[in-house]
């Protein structure tokens, strides 16, 4: 068996993970099923295969402003969030958050892209469309378990099973996004049964789709 290699922190994050343009499992709102969603772009669309739902968002800009100058006094940079109504000057004289000096400040104005909420992605939840996961199960009240696609489902096998887990890199790896009952050695069983039949239950769903497609394509 290879030595199980726990991956970078964000390699499951839900942003992370689409803009390098992985797909992701959801259950389709109309029928249940299996549907896709993937990020094209500044969009997110989802579709599902199995019936006519399809389903697009694209992204918000959350807009943050900065002040940001040299306090003469201590000699240091600052750079300091801004709140919505301060947004209007070109510059302000804003205190130093290092020897409380004012420092005369520029205003720096630095759109990025988000979608949000983001809260709902630890329920099993997609934060974009608030879709459940397709992968979802649960250990308990309030423990849900689930997998942003095939992949992410074999990852979280491969941590459950393995004992001795190890990185070749230096910082966080995927597993400190885990929450703390899947991490568990008294819940390592009841884990991995409830992620094997996701599985199970994710490969004859690909085999009945692929079984029907054939079908179709013979008549």
């Avoid at 499951?12 to 990020?39: E, I, W």
């Amino acid at each position: 068996m290879a030595k199980f290699i726990d991956p970078p922190f964000f390699s499951f994050d839900f942003y992370s993970f689409t803009s390098r343009g992985n797909a992701v499992l959801v259950q389709c709102p109309k029928c249940t099923k299996c549907a896709h969603m993937k990020r094209m772009d500044n969009t997110y669309i989802v579709q599902c295969e199995s019936c006519t739902f399809r389903n697009t968002k694209d992204m918000h800009y959350l807009v943050k402003t900065f002040a940001q100058g040299q306090c003469n006094a201590c000699q240091r940079h600052v750079n300091i969030p801004l709140e919505e109504k301060e947004r209007q000057y070109r510059k302000l004289n804003k205190e130093c958050p290092y020897c409380t000096k004012l420092v005369q400040c520029h205003i720096k104005i630095n759109p990025t892209q988000v979608y949000y909420p983001k809260v709902s992605n630890a329920q099993g939840t997609d934060p974009v469309f608030l879709l459940d996961y397709y992968l979802l199960t649960s250990l308990g009240p309030n423990q849900p378990i689930w997998a942003l696609n095939a992949s992410h489902l074999e990852y979280l096998i491969d941590y459950v099973t393995d004992k001795l887990r190890t990185k070749n890199f230096t910082g966080k790896t995927a597993s400190h996004a885990l929450p703390g009952y899947i991490k568990l050695a008294k819940n390592r069983e009841a884990v991995l049964r409830k992620l094997k039949q996701l599985e199970k239950n994710y490969r004859e769903g690909v085999n009945n789709v692929d079984n029907l497609s054939k079908k179709a394509a013979k008549q």
